[in-house]
């Protein structure tokens, strides 16, 4: 039976969508799937994972670079 939010589903139409980008450098996907790992294997709920990738891909878009070229001042905006 499935929740009324129907996380699992949202949570993989999420990654697909990270994935199949053209606006986020493929450094910023390999950086936010092993992100999205790390947060699983300590039982990060999928709700709060969606949170952080509506946010990470906000933030690559603004930066429009990969994360670790990112200055401190760019960091600022």
Do not use: W
């Amino acid at each position: 039976m499935e929740g009324i939010h129907d996380y699992e589903r949202r949570f993989e139409r999420y990654l697909y969508r990270i994935k199949n980008s053209e606006e986020i450098p493929e450094e910023n996907k390999k950086i936010i799937v092993s992100f999205k790992d790390y947060m699983l294997s300590e039982g990060i709920g999928l709700a709060r994972i969606q949170r952080y990738f509506t946010d990470l891909i906000k933030y690559s878009r603004l930066l429009n670079k990969a994360f670790p070229e990112a200055t401190k001042d760019e960091n600022k905006k």
